[in-house]
């Protein structure tokens, strides 16, 4: 979409992608043809605008064009608005719909819509795309959102507009110079620096919205959440926070398999009853899947909307909204609540953008709670300083207590040409697989991919009479392989770290080799451990870490799952007290 | 904006986010590469021959197709080849490219792009892109055959020539018969003032090749300033069904 640099009566410069609608707004009379990408017009500093004459405007302009490299041929000229434009009559008819306008704001309110999406939209509308942008433009006039660009340049690099990224996006040659596509968001929809996103303001139609879910708000005085008692008291610990007015994070630590989906339905409830928005989010696909039938029972007749790169797009407004992450760059200023499940899930880089996008999708006056059951050292800082509540959540739904790691004190066997010849520790190893192996299925962890087949083969030669497979992240077999492990048609699944999450099997045991590698913090120890016991048939097993050396990470992880179960016993929330 | 390419960032950010794995840009299947095996040979039937006039994927063992044998066919090129067949997912991809602003895609498939293009056609001395018209060019922002040239031109180390200039803004050639197609393109381009291409061997690389009359129109232009050989590259192309070669048409 191209936009054309335009005055304000003060003098002020902005820039609009169909002046006609200006002129017939806000009666401008001139602008500067030809149109460019929204990100070369926005070079004018706030404080010079009123200072700067018409030519002086076209100077700067063409200035910024040369720097870019831009091979626009056309003298850039301030055109009167007095004459016929081609999208006159398209704007004066549309300025007119006001219902067409009252339904596309209700749709894009706490939108952050893009370009691409513009024509899946204006479908819905039964408009054409170009009628949905004059809306839109229309939308910007009246103050309900605004326009910026996909990218924006920051001196030598690009800004992503939608997720805030910096680093990573790639450049490519295009009339207007060198053009950036985001790379860090490009699995919701590419977005690049000659695009523009809508982004619409906050709280623009609170009234409208109001009125429209009071036919299906919802009511929890009859929901039975049948808690357990430490389930009870965490949620009880998260409505206190709901009703502080001050509060604006919470972190809900729990063991892991504890059930800290559920105990957030109760202030979900709370904020449903009240009109207000919440989302749902999580990181993996396989969770917000699982989840949505889970919360539609609960806040039945109240539609919840599932938003994932596999759900086509819905633009019906919906007070309860579950997506994976990516999905909240789309939004701005939309929730009031919003709960990130599984906060800890991602790699160090990730975190920057999911942090950019829960802070754009959050109202200013939103609360945000965090699920984990291995909080960051940086939450936890949070914590320390009071700038987040903590509520914990020590004991798993079964009432057992979480299994406490064994650490053994074995040399790793030596590799040679890809090969674990046999070896006194590969035997000691051996035997306490073995015994593990009596009680059940076995999950081996190993701390890389090239170390999974390595594994397979030596414990295939250790265990004749056993299937032994092995996995790891980018597997494409991997499905396949952790479902013949899951229906017990493997006995050992050998595999790197990164597989560990959202995978539950009934009597499985836990070995982590090379403990001590240095990939592994207390958190991913505390996560590897947690595969064990945690359904109610088999709440109990054991956990091996072994290793040469007894790191500090080993040691802390120990002490995090023995401190949960000291919280749990003091709770009484454990099985038998 | 020629040879401008930095191959950056690339792997960096398949590492962003937990949930991301490398699937394929066809069909979201997992993949260690950026086309799935499964896709690659779906779309790229590299097995399959190319009609040597106009890049059509045949069947049997003519060398061109029947409308070329038939004398339709663009003249002034010396062959024609299409990476792969212009429907499906492929067709779609080209689609994002042209027209959902996704150059940006051709990077990750430029070990396909150039591996193809080296193995059908020899060595040139200069890449030419298929211009788009100055109005369309300022709307859409970017010419999607210049993208691909300067993909080439970057990985192969050879020079990118943007020579070529379109004087008419013909009718989008899709919107037409056949007939209506070579007509509206007559006289549609030119070869950009004190230009020097005398001798050259020169590859002219466009996305989709349809009745082939661009490339034929752009060859021409080549060829009468001096060009020594010209072949032409496309992404997609259309494929003759082996039983009615009439109705085989990409439209
Ligand atoms: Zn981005
Ligand atoms: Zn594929
Ligand atoms: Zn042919």
Redesign the pocket.
């Given at each position: 979409m191209l936009f054309y640099i335009l005055r304000d009566k003060d003098g002020g410069i902005y820039a609009s992608p169909f002046p006609s609608l200006d002129k017939l707004c806000n009666g401008a009379e001139a602008y500067v043809y030809p149109g460019l990408p929204l990100q070369l017009l926005n070079i004018f500093r706030s404080n010079e605008q009123g200072l700067l004459s018409e030519s002086q405007i076209i100077e700067k302009l063409a200035v910024s064009l040369r720097k870019n490299e831009c091979l626009l041929t056309e003298k850039l000229r301030w055109l009167k608005l007095s004459v016929f434009s081609p999208h006159d009559e398209d704007c004066l008819r549309l300025a007119r719909k006001e219902e067409l306008l009252t339904k596309l704001l209700t749709i894009v309110q706490g939108r952050q819509v893009t370009e691409n999406e513009f024509s899946s939209l204006a479908k819905v509308l039964e408009i054409s795309v170009t009628e949905l942008a004059i809306l839109l433009h229309l939308a910007v006039i009246k103050g309900y959102g605004e326009w910026v660009p996909g990218l924006s340049r920051r001196n030598n690099s690009w800004r992503c507009e939608r997720c805030g990224n910096e680093d990573c996006y790639q450049i490519w040659p295009s009339y207007y110079g060198n053009t950036a596509t985001c790379l860090s968001c490009k699995s919701i929809g590419p977005l690049n620096s000659l695009q523009v996103i809508y982004r619409s303001h906050e709280e623009t139609l609170k009234r409208e919205k109001e009125k429209k879910a009071g036919s299906t708000t919802f009511t929890s005085s009859e929901q039975d959440w049948q808690f357990t008692p430490a389930q009870c008291s965490a949620a009880a610990d998260l409505q206190l926070f709901a009703r502080d007015p001050l509060a604006k994070e919470a972190l809900v630590w729990a063991a892991c398999g504890a059930g800290k989906t559920e105990i957030t339905f109760p202030v979900i409830g709370q904020y449903l009853e009240h009109s207000q928005s919440v989302l749902y989010a999580a990181p993996r696909l396989d969770v917000v899947h699982d989840i949505q039938p889970r919360l539609q029972k609960f806040f039945n007749p109240c539609k919840v909307k599932v938003m994932s790169g596999l759900s086509p797009p819905d633009w019906t407004a919906c007070p309860l909204t579950v997506a994976t992450t990516h999905q909240v760059l789309k939004f701005s200023r939309a929730f009031d609540l919003i709960i990130l499940d599984e906060m800890d899930a991602y790699p160090y880089a990730g975190n920057q953008v999911l942090e950019y996008g829960l802070k754009q999708a959050l109202k200013r006056t939103g609360k945000t709670i965090y699920l984990s059951a291995t909080p960051s050292a940086s939450i936890l800082a949070k914590v320390g300083r009071q700038e987040c509540f903590l509520t914990r959540l020590p004991a798993r739904f079964h009432g057992y207590p979480l299994p406490v790691p064994e650490f053994l004190k074995i040399k790793a066997p030596k590799i040679s040409e890809g090969r674990i010849p046999g070896s006194r520790s590969l035997l000691a190893i051996g035997d306490y697989l073995r015994e593990l192996l009596f009680e059940g299925q076995l999950f081996v962890f190993v701390p890389t991919v090239s170390l999974v087949n390595i594994w397979v083969q030596a414990l295939s030669l250790l265990f004749k009479d056993k299937k032994i497979t092995g996995s790891w992240s980018s597997d494409p077999d991997r499905k396949r392989k952790v479902a013949s492990f899951t229906s017990g048609n493997s006995d050992v699944i050998v595999c790197t770290s990164i597989l560990e999450r959202g995978i539950t099997v009934h009597k499985a045991q836990a070995v982590v080799l090379y403990a001590d590698h240095a990939l592994y913090d207390v958190r991913a120890l505390v996560q590897m451990a947690g595969r064990v016991g945690r359904t109610a048939a088999c709440p109990q097993g054991r956990v091996l870490f072994i290793a040469g050396k007894q790191t500090k990470e080993i040691t802390a992880a120990i002490k995090w799952i023995e401190e949960q179960n000291e919280l749990a016993t003091q709770g009484g929330f454990l099985r038998g007290q | 904006m020629a040879n401008k390419f930095f191959l950056q960032a690339k792997s960096i950010a398949e590492l962003l986010w937990y949930e991301e794995r490398k699937?394929?840009?066809?069909?979201?299947?997992q993949?260690s590469t950026s086309?799935?095996?499964?896709?690659?040979q779906?779309y790229f039937r590299p097995e399959q021959r190319r009609c040597l006039s106009c890049g059509k994927l045949i069947e049997g063992e003519a060398d061109r197709c029947q409308d070329c044998r038939d004398g339709n066919g663009p003249k002034f090129l010396s062959k024609v080849t299409a990476l792969g067949h212009y429907e499906g997912?492929w067709k779609q991809c080209i689609h994002n490219i042209k027209y959902k602003g996704q150059p940006y895609l051709l990077i990750g498939l430029a070990e396909y792009l150039t591996s193809w293009a080296v193995k059908q056609l020899p060595p040139p001395d200069s890449i030419v892109p298929v211009p788009l018209h100055p109005n369309r060019l300022a709307q859409r922002g970017f010419n999607q055959a210049e993208v691909l040239a300067s993909v080439l031109a970057g990985c192969l180390g050879i020079k990118l020539k943007d020579i070529l200039c379109r004087v008419k803004d013909t009718t989008p050639q899709s919107a037409l018969g056949r007939q209506e197609r070579l007509v509206n393109l007559r006289c549609a381009f030119s070869l950009k003032p004190g230009i020097q291409i005398k001798e050259e061997v020169i590859w002219l690389v466009d996305d989709v090749v349809t009745t082939a009359a661009t490339i034929g129109e752009c060859a021409a232009v080549l060829k009468e300033s001096g060009a020594q050989e010209v072949f032409a590259f496309c992404l997609g192309a259309g494929r003759e069904s082996p039983n009615n070669p009439d109705t085989a048409s990409i439209l």
């Open positions: - | 699937t394929c840009l066809l069909c979201g299947k993949a086309l799935c095996q499964d896709c690659r779906l997912a």
